[in-house]
């Protein structure tokens, strides 16, 4: 009988250290404007760091992040987490092997979340080994009971949803790193599909049925169970 692999989960100072550096590369790649976008780490099984409301995530500090339970009762920090936080939550109830979620509003992604279109592509190896298909969640309003309701279906099969005409939210079973990386290949994605069906049309050279199958089994090989498989 195989037995399950134990989860490691980080302690307070590295969930922290972490949530404060993928802020920053979130705002500094111009993924988030203003105070936009959430940031979320399991230190435990029900057990989280989060990023609060109100505050640009280039520019956050350590006593500013908010250690919560699943269920939303605040353990440490003066500040509240974002009425985005329900749809981190949901993440976590869904698949409590998920470690991080993370939410911004990239341009090219949004851009289709805003045409309600999956990101589903055969024309590149790393998105379809390291992320998959990303597909879109209906539009609904930010921050209420809609948003988790609107993700749920998508989490236990994929790494990412977009959400209707409001960016992005990505999630990793490994780190908050990952759950990070697979925003910004979920962002460079969209913004190749987009350029070379804007030069070129549909005359783009795309990966056969073979092919993708070999790629799926390299992304088995990685560990990834989730993805989907590009149309």
């Not at 404060?20 to 404007?33: F, K, N, S």
């Not at 006593?63 to 939550?89: A, F, V, Y």
């Not at 879109?136 to 309701?149: H, N, R």
């Not at 939210?169 to 599909?193: G, H, K, N, P, V």
Request: charged fraction near 25%; aromatic fraction near 8%; hydrophobic fraction near 35%.
């Amino acid at each position: 009988m195989q037995m399950e692999k134990k989860i490691e989960y980080p302690d307070d100072q590295t969930a922290q250290e972490m949530i404060l550096e993928v802020g920053r590369r979130m705002y500094e790649r111009g993924y988030v404007a203003a105070n936009d976008g959430n940031i979320t780490c399991k230190v435990g099984p029900d057990t989280i760091w989060a990023t609060p409301t109100g505050v640009s995530k280039g520019f956050m500090k350590r006593k500013m992040l908010i250690k919560m339970k699943l269920d939303g009762t605040i353990l440490e920090g003066k500040n509240k987490p974002s009425s985005e936080i329900r749809m981190h939550q949901r993440v976590y109830q869904e698949d409590p092997r998920v470690m991080a979620v993370v939410h911004a509003h990239p341009k090219f992604a949004t851009l289709f979340a805003i045409a309600n279109k999956p990101i589903d592509s055969r024309i590149l190896p790393e998105g379809i080994v390291q992320l998959g298909v990303v597909p879109c969640a209906k539009t609904v309003i930010p921050g209420t009971q809609d948003v988790p309701d609107s993700i749920a279906p998508y989490v236990n099969d994929y790494n990412a949803v977009l959400l209707g005409n409001h960016g992005v939210l990505t999630w990793s079973e490994d780190s908050i790193l990952q759950a990070y990386y697979r925003l910004e290949t979920a962002e460079y994605f969209a913004e190749i599909i987009l350029y070379a069906h804007l030069f070129f049309g549909d005359d783009v050279n795309q990966y056969t049925d073979e092919q993708v199958d070999q790629l799926l089994e390299t992304r088995s090989r990685l560990g990834i169970r989730k993805g989907g498989r590009p149309s």
